[in-house]
């Protein structure tokens, strides 16, 4: 039936003029507002205010987000041992306390701001995990938790990339954090910056000195040189991520750390995400909760209340609640116990049943994959040799097709280590060795966690696995 321009409006929930002046500049000619549309006119109009509206509301949703404050970048700093992360984050603590008169005391919070004030307008303030190291990193991030913004990836100007820089290099990107990497210890007579470079260009990343994108800033954690271009850097890429988080929101963050003192209890490190954390606040965190009793900042002041990208010592839990777990605001003690008796059945109940979801081998995650959109199968590569490692990778290249990519989160000479099979899990991915066997206690983790956990000693072997891959990623299940 056609429809005459009231009812129309009376539809679309609009004035009779506001409709006719609609009709007037789509240029559709009427007699009154009792005059009846053709069909396609009617569609027509409907599609129009339909796009108006969304257009409408995708504005107020970007005013909304504008309006919510900017937070600061949250920086975790990995890389190979000896390459100098401790050295880097005792200089940050060190120049921050300089900074301060009363000045001396600091107070293991998790994580330390630093102030950043610049010539050249870039002024800010970055928070530093207080952490070197990405097994930490990961292990937070394995239970669900985003913490870094930023990973500063230190390399050594005088040893270039080594093995954990590639592994840090992968976790921080399956992370989804921005990568900025420091060339440390140049003040070194045999510091070679462009080895730096190259080994890099190595791993398909490409140096803004070699006409890339990625930052590499040389600097040295011994003398201070060029650590206020990295700070200032870290703010310039911080800005283009546009961190923001609500103040007024309820409390939200991730444990960093937790440990019992023999005197004060158990206590807690916290990193704010979202909102702000008082003194009184109820808090649940998994299966524990807690009235956050007092709250110490890393310089050691008491707090009453704490916002987004700030951490704090808490006192108030009464069991330990573990790293990585994030932990949320809840209104009163009857909710917090609730909320944590609930979680404690919930995992009892699923410990109970079998366990179905878990992949247990590269077919389960296959069958698993299937089901997702996931298009990308993520694969760890481990090989005896650098040779047999290129080899391989050209092999994974060129049997990839446009349906299914494969996302190497690492390739590396070595054998599986036990933070490959954390890195797979979290990005729900497999391992693949090649004339390396991996440890027994990898295997044992490997399968605890459910990452599939291949080893080959015959090339032939592994591409029919890959190829199995692929093409049992296209056929569709019914
Ligand atoms: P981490 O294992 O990555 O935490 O490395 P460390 O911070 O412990 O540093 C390893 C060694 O390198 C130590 O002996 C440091 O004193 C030294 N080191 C770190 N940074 C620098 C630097 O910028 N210049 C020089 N000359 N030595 C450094």
Not at 216 to 244: M, N, Y
Not at 264 to 273: I, K, T
């Amino acid at each position: 039936a056609k429809v005459r321009i009231y009812q129309l409006a009376k539809e679309l929930g609009m004035t009779n003029e506001e409709l006719l002046e609609i009709l007037d500049n789509m240029g559709v000619e009427y007699k009154s507002h009792a005059s009846t549309l053709e069909d396609e006119t009617a569609a027509a109009v409907k599609e129009l205010i339909g796009e108006q509206r969304l257009a409408e509301e995708a504005k107020k949703a970007e005013e909304a987000r504008k309006a919510i404050p900017h937070r600061a970048p949250v920086v975790v700093i990995m890389g190979h041992v000896d390459h100098g992360k401790t050295s880097l984050l005792d200089y940050l603590r060190k120049s921050r306390i300089a900074e301060k008169e009363a000045g001396g005391i600091t107070q293991h919070v998790g994580a330390f701001e630093v102030k950043v004030a610049s010539s050249s307008g870039t002024a800010g303030t970055v928070v530093f995990i207080d952490t070197p190291g990405h097994e930490a990193f990961t292990s937070i991030r394995e239970r669900g938790a985003k913490v870094a913004d930023i990973a500063v990836i230190v390399i050594a100007a005088d040893d270039g990339v080594m093995p954990q820089t590639r592994e840090a290099i992968a976790h921080a990107k399956a992370a989804g954090a921005k990568l900025i990497f420091a060339a440390n210890k140049i003040d070194l007579p045999q510091a070679n910056l462009d080895k730096v470079y190259q080994d890099l260009m190595r791993e398909g990343i490409v140096p803004v000195a070699y006409g890339g994108d990625a930052e590499v800033l040389p600097i040295s954690a011994k003398t201070g040189q060029g650590v206020q271009d990295l700070l200032e850097t870290i703010l310039i890429t911080a800005e283009l991520e546009d961190l923001r988080a609500d103040p007024n929101a309820e409390a939200v963050g991730v444990v960093i750390e937790s440990r019992v003192d023999k005197q004060a209890g158990v206590l807690a490190s916290l990193l704010v995400q979202q909102g702000t954390l008082r003194v009184g606040d109820y808090v649940v965190a998994g299966e524990h909760w807690g009235k956050i009793r007092a709250m110490t900042d890393s310089e050691g002041a008491r707090r009453n209340q704490t916002g987004p990208s700030t951490a704090v010592q808490v006192l108030g839990f009464s069991e330990l609640p573990s790293a990585g777990t994030t932990f949320e605001w809840v209104p009163d003690q009857v909710a917090a116990k609730e909320i944590t008796e609930e979680r404690r059945l919930e995992r009892e109940a699923s410990a109970a049943a079998p366990e179905v979801n878990r992949p247990r081998n590269i077919a389960d995650l296959l069958r698993q994959m299937q089901g997702s959109e996931q298009k990308e199968i993520n694969l760890i590569l481990r090989t005896d040799t650098q040779g047999s490692l290129e080899a391989i990778q050209q092999i994974l290249a060129r049997e990839q097709n446009e349906e299914v990519r494969i996302n190497l989160l690492l390739a590396a000479v070595g054998a599986p280590s036990e933070s490959d099979v954390l890195l797979a899990s979290t990005a729900n991915g497999a391992i693949f060795s090649f004339g390396v066997a991996p440890a027994g206690s990898v295997k044992k983790m490997a399968e605890q966690k459910g990452v599939p956990l291949q080893s080959f000693r015959i090339i032939y072997e592994l591409i029919d696995e890959v190829r199995k891959m692929v093409r049992g990623q296209r056929e569709p299940v019914y």
